[in-house]
């Protein structure tokens, strides 16, 4: 059974950053893409960042290019968002999900989803 379990999100001022950590088990990744989306209050989950598990491409919402970085450590099956000089308008639930290749990494049709970490920035 698979498990995408997210930890790390929290409340943090406008500027700060954060770390958020997706632990993923149950199979074997290596023909599959991570990524992480987000869902603000009132607002349809988009995407926010994506990684090869197999390689080092990476794939990013140009609404955090240049801010967020998205990274994986493969012995521990553990994939991560970097986000730094978050703003409010980043404040959501952030899920983890992963999709067997091929895939069209930004769109939401993903196999396996995580339960979500809030994340809340302050002005």
């Known amino acids: 059974q698979v498990q995408l379990v997210e930890s790390g999100g929290g409340l943090v001022q406008a500027g700060g950053s954060l770390r958020l950590s997706c632990a993923a088990s149950?199979?074997?990744?290596?023909?599959?893409?991570m990524g992480w989306f987000r869902q603000a209050p009132g607002k349809e989950r988009e995407f926010v960042a994506a990684i090869m598990w197999s390689s080092d491409l990476t794939y990013y919402a140009d609404s955090v290019k240049g801010r967020f970085t998205i990274s994986r450590d493969n012995a521990k099956s553990t994939v991560y968002l970097q986000m730094n000089s978050l703003k409010p308008e980043d404040t959501a639930v952030y899920y983890c999900?992963?999709?067997?290749?091929?895939?069209?990494?930004?769109?939401?049709?993903?196999?396996?989803w995580g339960q979500g970490t809030h994340v809340t920035v302050s002005s």
């Open positions: 149950g199979r074997t990744f290596n023909n599959y893409v």
């Open positions: 999900a992963a999709v067997r290749l091929p895939a069209v990494v930004v769109s939401t049709e993903y196999t396996y």
